[in-house]
Structure formats: C-alpha cells, structure tokens
T-cell receptor
C-alpha cells in the first residue's frame, strides 16, 4: 500500500525557477527520503531526513519535515533542464523492517 | 553509479516460465531490498534480507522467493509467470538493518508475453 502521496502529480516550470513538491504520509515514521528517477531508470537517492529533524539542505535541494502534519516538502532551487525527472518520497518505520513505502511521485518537467 | 549491480538488464519470457534476477549490493552493505515498479501499483516493497537472513516481507507473491548468499549477493526467483508480473524489479542495499539511505541498482525490466 502507498504510504506517501506526492503533490502535485505533475509540474512544469522553466529553467531558473524553483520547484516545490510536497509529500504527505499516514503513519509514524523513522525517516523520510527523497529519490529521483529518470524515465524508467534506477532511483537516485537525494536526501534523507530523520523524524527528529525539521530541515535539511544538499546543494540546490532543501527538504523540510513536519511530523505533526505528517508532511514533507522538497524544494529545488534554480532548476535546470537536467532536473527533469520523477521525484518520489519514501518513508520507513521500524515496525516494517525499515522497508521504504513510496508515493506515486511527482513528474517534473523543466523547459529551457 | 550507486555501486549496486543487477543482472540481467532486460528479460523477456513467456507466461508460466521461471526467471532469476540477481543483485550485488554495494561493498560493505549487509541489507538487500527488492522492489517492484509497475504502472498500476507504483513502487512496492517485496522483501528484505540482512546478512543472509530474511528481515522483512512486503507484498511478495507466493510464486516469488528470494535469498541472500554468504557473499551477500541476492537472487529473486519468479515462477509461474503471469502477464501482470511484467514490471521493473529493483534491488537496493543499505549498510545496516535499516533506517539508513538505500541505494538502488539500475533495475531489471521483465516482460512476460
């Protein structure tokens, strides 16, 4: 079953703009991770944020986590055409062996 | 390159057949996870092994089985294949029993005809 739900399902922006994707989940988590997938290829790990953290940065990526609202957001600043991909949030919990529960993803298109 | 390798890249087979997918985790990682990605179900967790032992089970069909060998590589066996088993199968590895980053392989695309 899907734990996370990303919003929006699809996002189209121009190069240089910021892209924000949101993720909501249903049950208590240990960690939340964001992944990128280019068309039918492997998933690339972007960032992991633990349940006791509120914000994390990595290069042009900024992730926030609000456990009270069971939600997270991924901000990509100054987007590039190479950022075009699907972005997934995934949560894990100790009672499920830390297996990742993925959302359906946000499809991001960055046009030059 | 995540350091996780999967073979084969593509597999085309007929209904009723059996296939084996192979995964080698990143050097030093003891956990291996298997996931299935299909258009209708999205990314679904199948099973996890840690240091040779089954650690967690997800939405894995009884026709599917897996194991992790002493050298830590893992195999996912799919039998009595049905059209609906056509999907991308990913293996991921992590350093501990869980709660850390999982690094994904490039996947095996299975097509059942």
């Amino acid at each position: 079953s899907q734990q996370g739900e990303e919003d929006p399902q699809a996002l189209s922006i121009q190069e240089g703009e910021n892209a924000t994707m949101n993720c909501s989940y249903k049950t208590s988590i240990n960690n939340l991770q964001w992944y990128r997938q280019n068309s039918g290829r492997g998933l690339v790990h972007l960032i992991l944020i633990r349940s006791n953290e509120r914000e994390k940065h990595s290069g042009r990526l900024r992730v926030t986590l609000d456990t009270s609202k069971k939600s997270s957001s991924l901000l990509i600043t100054a987007s590039r055409a190479a950022d075009t991909a699907s972005y997934f949030c995934a949560t894990d919990a100790p009672n499920s062996g830390y297996a990742l529960n993925f959302g359906k993803g946000t499809s991001l298109l960055v046009t030059p | 390159d995540s350091g996780v390798t999967q073979t084969p890249k593509h597999l085309i087979t007929a209904t009723g057949q059996r296939v084996t997918l192979r995964c080698s985790p990143r050097s030093g990682d003891l956990s291996v996870y298997w996931y299935q990605q299909s258009l209708d179900q999205g990314l679904q967790f199948l099973i996890q092994y840690y240091n040779g032992e089954e650690r967690a089970k997800g939405n894995i069909l009884e026709r599917f089985s897996a194991q992790q060998f002493p050298d830590l590589h893992s195999e996912l066996n799919l039998s009595s294949l049905e059209l609906g088993d056509s999907a991308l199968y990913f293996c991921a590895s992590s350093v501990g029993q869980g709660g850390n980053e999982q690094y994904f392989g490039p996947g095996t695309r299975l097509t059942v005809t």
